[in-house]
Protein backbone atom coordinates (compact mmCIF):
# COMPACT_ATOMS: atom_id res chain seq x y z
CA UNK A 1 0.00 0.00 0.00
CA UNK A 2 1.31 3.34 -0.48
CA UNK A 3 0.11 7.06 -1.60
CA UNK A 4 1.57 9.11 -4.30
CA UNK A 5 1.16 13.16 -4.68
CA UNK A 6 1.64 14.62 -7.68
CA UNK A 7 2.53 18.49 -8.44
CA UNK A 8 2.55 20.22 -11.76
CA UNK A 9 6.24 21.29 -11.31
CA UNK A 10 5.77 24.15 -13.80
CA UNK A 11 3.68 26.51 -11.29
CA UNK A 12 7.42 26.32 -9.59
CA UNK A 13 5.77 26.54 -6.54
CA UNK A 14 7.82 28.02 -3.22
CA UNK A 15 8.86 24.99 -1.25
CA UNK A 16 6.46 26.05 2.16
CA UNK A 17 3.73 26.45 -0.42
CA UNK A 18 4.10 22.95 -2.51
CA UNK A 19 4.66 21.25 1.53
CA UNK A 20 0.85 22.67 2.25
CA UNK A 21 -0.59 21.47 -0.97
CA UNK A 22 1.22 18.11 -1.26
CA UNK A 23 -0.32 18.15 3.01
CA UNK A 24 -3.91 18.79 1.68
CA UNK A 25 -3.74 15.69 -0.91
CA UNK A 26 -2.33 13.37 1.18
CA UNK A 27 -5.15 14.10 4.08
CA UNK A 28 -7.76 14.51 1.25
CA UNK A 29 -6.58 10.91 -0.61
CA UNK A 30 -7.19 9.45 2.65
CA UNK A 31 -10.49 10.53 3.49
CA UNK A 32 -11.61 9.74 0.18
CA UNK A 33 -10.07 6.05 0.43
CA UNK A 34 -12.68 3.10 1.00
CA UNK A 35 -12.01 1.99 5.05
CA UNK A 36 -10.67 -1.07 3.80
CA UNK A 37 -7.45 1.16 1.90
CA UNK A 38 -7.51 3.48 4.81
CA UNK A 39 -6.89 0.51 7.42
CA UNK A 40 -4.40 -1.26 4.87
CA UNK A 41 -2.12 2.08 4.60
CA UNK A 42 -1.95 2.63 8.08
CA UNK A 43 -0.84 -0.31 8.91
CA UNK A 44 1.73 -0.46 6.13
CA UNK A 45 2.92 3.23 8.06
CA UNK A 46 1.32 5.36 5.62
CA UNK A 47 3.93 5.39 2.73
CA UNK A 48 4.08 8.48 0.71
CA UNK A 49 5.84 9.59 -2.51
CA UNK A 50 5.85 12.58 -4.48
CA UNK A 51 6.51 12.85 -7.89
CA UNK A 52 6.40 15.87 -10.23
CA UNK A 53 4.67 15.82 -13.72
CA UNK A 54 5.19 19.09 -16.19
CA UNK A 55 2.04 20.67 -16.93
CA UNK A 56 -1.65 20.97 -16.04
CA UNK A 57 -2.78 18.83 -19.08
CA UNK A 58 -0.85 16.43 -17.89
CA UNK A 59 -1.85 16.60 -14.12
CA UNK A 60 -5.71 16.25 -15.37
CA UNK A 61 -5.04 13.53 -17.59
CA UNK A 62 -3.34 11.44 -14.28
CA UNK A 63 -6.32 12.22 -12.42
CA UNK A 64 -8.71 10.91 -14.91
CA UNK A 65 -6.42 7.94 -15.50
CA UNK A 66 -6.31 7.02 -11.43
CA UNK A 67 -10.03 7.81 -11.64
CA UNK A 68 -10.86 5.42 -14.70
CA UNK A 69 -8.71 2.76 -12.30
CA UNK A 70 -10.84 3.31 -9.60
CA UNK A 71 -8.30 4.78 -7.55
CA UNK A 72 -8.96 7.00 -4.31
CA UNK A 73 -8.35 10.54 -6.22
CA UNK A 74 -7.71 14.04 -4.33
CA UNK A 75 -7.34 17.08 -6.73
CA UNK A 76 -6.02 20.05 -4.80
CA UNK A 77 -6.97 23.69 -6.13
CA UNK A 78 -5.15 26.71 -4.48
CA UNK A 79 -7.03 29.12 -2.90
CA UNK A 80 -4.78 31.70 -4.73
CA UNK A 81 -4.42 34.29 -2.26
CA UNK A 82 -0.88 34.59 -2.63
CA UNK A 83 1.31 32.58 -5.24
CA UNK A 84 -0.66 31.63 -8.24
CA UNK A 85 -4.28 32.56 -9.29
CA UNK A 86 -7.41 31.46 -7.38
CA UNK A 87 -8.71 27.75 -8.05
CA UNK A 88 -5.18 26.69 -10.04
CA UNK A 89 -4.72 22.58 -9.65
CA UNK A 90 -1.82 22.12 -7.67
CA UNK A 91 -1.59 18.39 -7.32
CA UNK A 92 -3.18 15.75 -7.31
CA UNK A 93 -3.50 12.43 -4.32
CA UNK A 94 -3.76 9.15 -5.73
CA UNK A 95 -4.36 6.77 -3.51
CA UNK A 96 -3.77 4.94 -0.49
CA UNK A 97 -4.08 1.91 -2.69
CA UNK A 98 -1.88 -1.33 -4.04
CA UNK A 99 1.18 -0.38 -5.14
CA UNK A 100 0.88 -2.15 -8.20
CA UNK A 101 -2.61 -0.53 -9.31
CA UNK A 102 -0.57 2.76 -8.22
CA UNK A 103 1.94 2.39 -9.99
CA UNK A 104 0.26 1.46 -13.48
CA UNK A 105 -0.62 5.19 -13.42
CA UNK A 106 2.41 6.84 -12.56
CA UNK A 107 5.25 4.59 -12.38
CA UNK A 108 6.31 6.61 -15.22
CA UNK A 109 6.93 9.97 -13.13
CA UNK A 110 10.01 11.34 -11.37
CA UNK A 111 10.60 12.11 -8.08
CA UNK A 112 9.75 15.70 -7.51
CA UNK A 113 13.46 17.40 -6.02
CA UNK B 1 -9.76 25.48 13.73
CA UNK B 2 -6.19 25.19 12.11
CA UNK B 3 -3.32 22.63 11.83
CA UNK B 4 0.90 23.99 11.93
CA UNK B 5 3.35 22.21 10.80
CA UNK B 6 6.70 23.24 12.17
CA UNK B 7 9.91 22.35 10.03
CA UNK B 8 13.48 22.45 10.58
CA UNK B 9 14.88 24.36 8.31
CA UNK B 10 18.58 24.26 9.35
CA UNK B 11 18.07 20.32 7.91
CA UNK B 12 17.83 22.12 4.53
CA UNK B 13 15.71 19.16 3.19
CA UNK B 14 15.33 19.43 -0.98
CA UNK B 15 11.74 20.58 -1.31
CA UNK B 16 10.15 17.42 -2.41
CA UNK B 17 11.77 15.76 0.73
CA UNK B 18 10.39 18.51 2.78
CA UNK B 19 6.79 18.25 1.51
CA UNK B 20 6.63 14.19 2.26
CA UNK B 21 7.83 15.09 5.62
CA UNK B 22 5.15 17.90 6.26
CA UNK B 23 2.27 15.32 4.27
CA UNK B 24 3.31 12.60 7.24
CA UNK B 25 3.05 15.11 10.15
CA UNK B 26 -0.33 16.29 8.78
CA UNK B 27 -1.89 12.88 8.68
CA UNK B 28 -0.75 11.96 11.33
CA UNK B 29 -1.46 14.93 13.45
CA UNK B 30 -5.14 14.29 12.03
CA UNK B 31 -5.29 10.65 13.05
CA UNK B 32 -3.86 11.57 16.98
CA UNK B 33 -6.59 14.54 17.19
CA UNK B 34 -10.31 13.80 19.22
CA UNK B 35 -12.86 13.18 17.27
CA UNK B 36 -14.52 16.40 18.43
CA UNK B 37 -11.42 18.40 17.17
CA UNK B 38 -11.08 15.74 13.51
CA UNK B 39 -14.40 17.25 12.95
CA UNK B 40 -14.07 20.79 13.62
CA UNK B 41 -11.32 20.85 11.58
CA UNK B 42 -12.53 19.19 8.54
CA UNK B 43 -15.78 21.18 8.95
CA UNK B 44 -13.41 24.37 8.47
CA UNK B 45 -12.30 22.98 5.07
CA UNK B 46 -8.98 21.46 6.99
CA UNK B 47 -6.50 24.85 7.25
CA UNK B 48 -2.68 24.27 7.37
CA UNK B 49 0.23 26.76 7.61
CA UNK B 50 3.73 25.66 7.07
CA UNK B 51 6.10 27.28 9.79
CA UNK B 52 9.90 26.82 10.09
CA UNK B 53 11.92 27.25 13.24
CA UNK B 54 15.73 26.90 13.15
CA UNK B 55 17.25 23.85 15.28
CA UNK B 56 16.62 20.69 16.21
CA UNK B 57 16.31 22.24 20.10
CA UNK B 58 13.91 24.58 19.03
CA UNK B 59 11.28 21.63 17.29
CA UNK B 60 11.67 19.59 20.66
CA UNK B 61 10.55 22.29 22.60
CA UNK B 62 7.86 23.22 20.51
CA UNK B 63 6.03 19.91 20.93
CA UNK B 64 6.82 19.90 24.36
CA UNK B 65 4.86 22.85 24.55
CA UNK B 66 2.17 21.52 22.56
CA UNK B 67 1.74 19.00 23.98
CA UNK B 68 1.99 20.47 27.88
CA UNK B 69 -0.74 23.00 26.65
CA UNK B 70 -2.96 19.71 24.98
CA UNK B 71 -2.70 19.65 21.76
CA UNK B 72 -2.58 17.30 19.17
CA UNK B 73 1.13 16.42 18.82
CA UNK B 74 2.63 14.61 15.77
CA UNK B 75 6.67 14.81 15.56
CA UNK B 76 8.00 13.25 12.14
CA UNK B 77 11.47 11.31 12.22
CA UNK B 78 12.98 10.24 8.49
CA UNK B 79 13.60 7.15 7.89
CA UNK B 80 16.42 8.48 6.95
CA UNK B 81 17.77 6.90 3.70
CA UNK B 82 18.74 9.42 1.49
CA UNK B 83 18.82 12.88 2.87
CA UNK B 84 19.63 13.11 6.15
CA UNK B 85 20.69 10.70 9.05
CA UNK B 86 17.87 7.85 9.96
CA UNK B 87 15.61 9.03 13.07
CA UNK B 88 16.16 12.79 12.38
CA UNK B 89 13.31 14.45 13.31
CA UNK B 90 12.38 16.94 10.37
CA UNK B 91 9.04 18.74 11.44
CA UNK B 92 6.39 18.60 13.86
CA UNK B 93 2.75 18.52 13.21
CA UNK B 94 0.42 20.68 15.88
CA UNK B 95 -3.24 20.38 16.01
CA UNK B 96 -6.02 20.67 14.51
CA UNK B 97 -7.38 22.88 17.48
CA UNK B 98 -8.57 25.92 17.84
CA UNK B 99 -6.48 29.32 16.55
CA UNK B 100 -5.54 30.83 19.45
CA UNK B 101 -4.73 27.78 21.45
CA UNK B 102 -2.39 26.87 18.70
CA UNK B 103 -1.13 30.71 17.96
CA UNK B 104 -0.08 30.68 22.09
CA UNK B 105 2.61 28.26 21.03
CA UNK B 106 3.47 28.97 17.78
CA UNK B 107 2.75 32.40 17.37
CA UNK B 108 6.20 34.11 16.89
CA UNK B 109 6.91 31.37 14.10
CA UNK B 110 7.87 32.86 10.60
CA UNK B 111 6.09 31.02 7.17
CA UNK B 112 8.37 28.25 5.88
CA UNK B 113 9.36 29.94 2.24
Redesign the interface.
Known amino acids: MKQV ?1 V ?1 NEALGL ?15 G ?2 NAPRDKQAGW ?1 QAG ?1 P ?3 L ?1 CGSQDELFALAEQAQAAGLPVMLIRDAGRTVVEAGTPTCVGIGPDEISRIDAVTGSLK ?3
Chains 1, 2 share one sequence.
Request: hydrophobic share 65%; aromatic share 0%.
Open positions: IVPPGKMAAQVAHAAVGLLLMKVVRLMR
